[in-house]
């Protein structure tokens, strides 16, 4: 029938609204996710005043926050620092993680106006670079179509996200993997792993039925965790 077929809204948030949620579940999930992608001081804060027992492991906490927060100022050159301070190993030998902070450092490039510096810096380190790997060979066209909007036409094009502190977001997240790996706690944070679930099945259980969706494809931002 109809009514099996759609579901209002008002049905679907009191059938959320009968589902009971522990608090301690609930703060275990945020200080998962808050040590796992790196943010060791925002999670030590949590820990305190939301008086958990969790043990936050010291290996790399430290340095992963750093790494993380210059790479959401835009710091890419401090952050290769960093990194390299703390592990030469990891961009030795990950290729496609180096070239995913030059590409970065190509975008701040371009969000701070300084387009002949990222013409010059594409030519001398994302195109050798490109040459040698051909799956980076889309990537590099992908941001070089930057240059083909002005500041207004950019906001409403397919390729704006790249100009967005999401992407800053996306770039640290992949280094902070690559830190996890090197010291063998490579993990997704549970929060994480729960929202893939519910994408999956919210997209499975659309197919059959009308119902309001949540969007679960953004990037999560810790400064609103940090700020509830």
């Given at each position: 029938s109809t009514a099996a077929e759609n579901i209002s809204a008002e049905?679907?948030?009191?059938?959320?609204?009968?589902?009971?949620?522990?608090?301690?579940?609930?703060?275990?999930?945020?200080?998962?996710?808050?040590?796992?992608?790196?943010?060791?001081?925002?999670?030590?804060?949590?820990?305190?005043?939301?008086?958990?027992?969790?043990?936050?492991?010291?290996?790399?906490g430290e340095?992963?926050?750093?790494?993380?927060?210059?790479?959401?100022?835009?710091?890419?050159?401090?952050?290769?620092?960093?990194?390299?301070?703390?592990?030469?190993?990891?961009?030795?030998?990950?290729p496609t993680l180096m070239f995913s902070l030059r590409r970065q450092q190509f975008i701040e490039f371009v969000r701070?106006?300084?387009?002949?510096?990222?013409?010059?810096?594409?030519?001398?380190?994302?195109?050798?670079?490109?040459?040698?790997?051909?799956?980076?060979?889309?990537?590099?066209?992908?941001?070089?179509s930057l240059f083909a909007f002005d500041k207004e036409s950019i906001k409403e094009s397919p390729i704006s996200n790249l100009l967005q502190n999401s992407q800053r977001q996306i770039t640290a997240s992949e280094v902070n993997t690559a830190i996890l790996k090197s010291i063998q706690q490579e993990r997704d944070a549970k929060l994480i792993v729960i929202l893939q679930i519910m994408t999956e099945s919210q997209n499975k259980l659309a197919k059959q039925i009308c119902f309001p969706t949540m969007d679960l494809d953004g990037t999560l931002d810790v400064t609103k965790i940090k700020e509830a």
């Open positions: 049905s679907w948030e009191g059938m959320i609204d009968q589902v009971v949620l522990d608090k301690g579940d609930l703060n275990e999930l945020v200080i998962d996710f808050l040590v796992t992608e790196g943010y060791h001081q925002a999670a030590s804060c949590f820990k305190q005043e939301a008086d958990i027992l969790y043990d936050i492991p010291g290996d790399g340095i992963r926050e750093k790494i993380r927060t210059v790479l959401h100022k835009g710091d890419i050159p401090a952050a290769i620092s960093l990194l390299n301070d703390f592990n030469p190993e990891i961009l030795d030998s990950d701070n106006n300084k387009i002949e510096e990222a013409l010059l810096f594409a030519e001398q380190e994302l195109a050798p670079r490109a040459m040698q790997n051909q799956t980076f060979v889309k990537e590099l066209e992908n941001i070089m």
